[in-house]
């Protein structure tokens, strides 16, 4: 089964809002990262949060993680129709990353 | 320079053909990787190879066979194309192992099978 689950699967925003995409995960990890796919492109990697952190930031970004909820949240502020992807949670287990459902975010100018 | 690409990025076949993909990487990386990603957008793995050694090989049908001729390169034959066998494929290399950091992929290859 998968590892990571995000919510919600959908979200539409107003350009300049801010935008939170969660993620659940179930077993224990050494880091989790976020990646976004623009429609018909290949995955890029965001930003990677260590077991040990429990928050990181990058430009507009914010990443939480709190791994006694198995949880991690993903905040872009003051978003931008460029922003419009599908973001995706990843975890690593034996080896390979496992990938959640993703959030599909449109942002609307 | 394209860090990991992928050909072809279009590929529409008849059921029961068989067809291939190439990938390469320019990075330097160990470690390549075939993804998997359905009509609902969900990315599976399917195999995994380090120094072109196989590390990963997901529940697949041996109708898919990957070939890593050097670290560099990772290809994906497939044989007796089924429908369901529609999808996007993604290559993605990483520098090491994956619980170690970030992947890099290409920009998919979409197969129809009709």
């Known amino acids: 089964s998968q590892q990571g689950e995000e919510d919600p699967q959908a979200l539409s925003i107003q350009e300049g809002e801010n935008a939170t995409m969660n993620c659940s995960y179930k077993t224990s990890i050494n880091n989790l990262q976020w990646y976004r796919q623009n429609s018909g492109r290949g995955l890029v990697h965001l930003i990677l949060i260590r077991s040990n952190e429990r928050e990181k930031h990058s430009g507009r970004l914010r990443v939480t993680l709190d791994t006694s909820k198995k949880s991690s949240s993903l905040l872009i502020t003051a978003s931008r129709a460029a922003d419009t992807a599908s973001y995706f949670c990843a975890t690593e287990g034996g080896n390979k990353l496992v990938f959640g459902a993703g959030t599909i975010l449109r942002v609307k100018s | 320079d394209t860090a990991v690409s992928q050909t072809p990025k279009y590929l529409v076949t008849q059921m029961g053909n068989d067809k291939s993909i190439k990938c390469e990487q320019n990075l330097g990386h160990d470690t390549m990787y075939w993804y998997k990603q359905d009509s609902k957008k969900f990315l599976k793995i399917m195999f995994s190879y380090n120094n072109k050694e196989l590390i990963i090989n997901e529940t697949v049908p041996n109708r898919f066979s990957p070939k890593s001729p050097d670290k560099a390169h990772l290809n994906l034959h497939i044989n007796s194309l089924e429908l369901g066998d529609s999808a996007v494929y993604f290559c993605?290399?990483?520098?090491?192992?994956?619980?170690?950091?970030?992947?890099?992929f290409g920009e998919g290859s979409r197969l129809t099978v009709l």
């Open positions: 993605a290399s990483s520098p090491g192992l994956a619980n170690t950091g970030e992947l890099f």
